[in-house]
């Protein structure tokens, strides 16, 4: 199988990443090579907004873009146990920035009232709608398309584990 790029899968933070299993299954959809790295990328100090208690989004992603990536690394997903936020948002599971390749997800939220297996189906969902957003992706309409904005675990359990053949189509996987 011919691989459209690699991608690195890198723990953000202390706490420890999920499995590998959803996170690169989420990249083999988009028939990406993955590198799943438990080394720990640093969240620093100044990266939480104190009266939230969460970490802003816009100040890691300013300084992760500015990392360079390993050799052979296409893009990166970085994936943290933290709550998350951005801009007008409560919360976010996760922030992508295309034109940078690399992407957020927050797991801090995927587990509430989840067994094992619920949790790794929303972890799947997730990572690959920001991965879907490296690759090109824009929201979509589609309720049960993985693309489609989700702003609660109900809207996360609501999509179907897919992309909607007009997504597929957007991208050439079909
Ligand atoms: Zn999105
Ligand atoms: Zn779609």
Redesign the pocket.
Same mark, same amino acid.
């Given at each position: 199988m011919k691989y459209r790029g690699t991608i690195l899968i890198k723990q953000l933070g202390r706490i420890p990443m999920p499995p590998s299993k959803p996170l690169v299954s989420a990249a083999s959809l988009f028939v990406l090579k993955s590198i799943y790295d438990t080394t720990p990328e640093p969240l620093e100090k100044f990266e939480i907004d104190e009266k939230r208690n969460q970490y802003d989004a816009s100040r890691i992603l300013s300084r992760l873009t500015s990392k360079s990536k390993p050799e052979g690394v296409d893009y990166v997903l970085y994936v943290m146990g933290e709550d998350l936020f951005v801009g007008k948002f409560n919360f976010v599971f996760g922030v992508a920035l295309p034109s940078f390749k690399i992407a957020l997800l927050s797991t801090y939220r995927l587990g509430m009232n989840a067994g094992w297996k619920l949790y790794e189906e929303r972890i799947f969902k997730e990572a690959a709608h920001e991965i879907g957003h490296l690759m090109g %992706?824009e929201h979509?309409?589609?309720s049960n398309?993985? &693309? +489609?904005f989700a702003n609660s675990v109900l809207d996360v359990d609501r999509k179907l584990p897919i %992309?909607? +053949?007009?997504? &597929?189509r957007k991208i050439g996987l079909i």
């Open positions: %992706l979509c309409y589609n398309c993985i &693309m +489609s %992309l909607c +053949s007009d997504c &597929m």
